[in-house]
């Protein structure tokens, strides 16, 4: 009888005493994305990413509005790209920000830079193939970007590069 008792106490313990405490075990992080003048950026690709697997991602709207639902109760580090835009850098010394499941973000994209040109022979012939490197060595500030950013794209059949994607 004291057993029966015991474990019918137990089992209406269990199920509402484990949802009051548990925390959920999963769910979204919503926000939006915007560009240099806080217009909205719609379909551009956002994920969040762990440490260690595989990012999840999501569309933005047409208000620019996203969000990634089914992530577990950890921490992530959220970004987005979307054509002709590159993150907005942030400061050397300034901490990359990490969100957890139920935070709004607001994501912010400038629109980069791009380099063209042509690498021809002495003689005018274009060269096939060949790679063309950019490397940042200050930003927009004038001030020394460090290690520097290196970007690399090869020449097309007429010689021609493009290097997109640049950072101011």
Do not use: W
């Not at 719609?42 to 089914?70: C, K, L, W, Y």
């Not at 950890?74 to 850098?89: D, E």
């Not at 499941?101 to 022979?121: H, K, M, N, P, Y």
Request: aromatic fraction near 6%.
């Amino acid at each position: 009888v004291i057993a029966l008792a015991c474990s019918l106490a137990v089992v209406a313990q269990t199920p509402e005493d484990e949802n009051k405490s548990a925390e959920p075990r999963t769910g979204a992080i919503t926000g939006r994305v915007v560009n240099e003048n806080g217009q909205p950026l719609p379909h551009a690709m956002v994920f969040a990413s762990v440490s260690a697997g595989q990012p999840r991602t999501a569309a933005t709207d047409d208000g620019g509005n996203f969000e990634i639902s089914g992530l577990d109760a950890l921490v992530y580090y959220v970004g987005a790209s979307a054509p002709a835009y590159v993150p907005v850098p942030r400061e050397v010394d300034s901490l990359a920000s990490y969100y957890r499941i139920g935070d709004e973000v607001t994501i912010s994209l400038i629109r980069g830079g791009v380099i063209t040109g042509s690498v021809t022979s002495l003689s005018g012939e274009p060269l096939v193939q060949i790679g063309v490197r950019a490397i940042m060595i200050k930003d927009a500030n004038g001030k020394s970007s460090g290690q520097g950013r290196l970007v690399e794209r090869p020449t097309d059949d007429r010689g021609t590069y493009r290097i997109y994607g640049l950072l101011p």
